[in-house]
């Protein structure tokens, strides 16, 4: 059934994979250089800013927006698996994997500009970043929902 517990989390993560899309991931304010120019990663683009906040150069990062994107199309598909518990779980394993890939894509990509740039600071994660964390907590949660609906079925199977 569509109205499960499950289906919440599951949309949850749609929402929150939109909300990695649409909002920074990463901000880099404080480079320790002396010029005042900052850094801002979205899942469409990385910018680096001079201290007036005039963009002096970009690139893109288009495959962070793709991976986000899956994400957020496999947990859509996966609230309609709802008759097949089996590729319900399996395909929440797989966006756990595609999210985890993300996470780590967000990672290093954030990690190489601050060894170029040499920064003292790390810089900060933003909303982005974090919705990404909730939604593998709550991919975690729908599979564990789902897991438990399969041991349900399985002990009235049992019962009959």
């Given at each position: 059934m569509i109205q499960r517990v499950q289906t919440i989390f599951l949309l949850l993560v749609v929402i929150a994979m939109g909300i990695t899309v649409g909002t920074p991931l990463w901000e880099q304010v404080d480079t320790g250089s002396g010029t005042g120019d900052s850094w801002?990663?979205?899942?469409f683009m990385l910018t680096n800013f001079d201290s007036a906040g005039k963009e002096i150069q970009s690139s893109s990062k288009w495959y962070l927006a793709a991976l986000a994107t899956f994400a957020g199309?496999?947990?859509?598909?996966?609230?309609f698996q709802y008759k097949n518990r089996a590729r319900q779980m399996m395909?929440?394993?797989?966006?756990?994997l595609v999210m985890v890939g993300l996470v780590a894509t967000?990672?290093?990509t954030t990690n190489g500009i601050?060894?170029?740039?040499a920064a003292e600071v790390a810089g900060?994660?933003?909303l982005g970043?974090?919705?990404?964390?909730?939604?593998?907590?709550?991919?975690?949660?729908?599979?564990?929902?789902?897991r438990k609906d399969e041991?349900?079925?399985?002990?009235?199977?049992?019962?009959?």
């Open positions: 801002s990663l979205t899942a199309l496999l947990a859509l598909i996966s609230i395909l929440n394993m797989i966006n756990s967000v990672f290093l601050n060894q170029e740039i900060s994660y933003q970043f974090w919705a990404i964390l909730a939604a593998m907590v709550c991919n975690m949660l729908a599979n564990r929902f789902i041991a349900l079925v399985r002990s009235v199977d049992r019962i009959r």
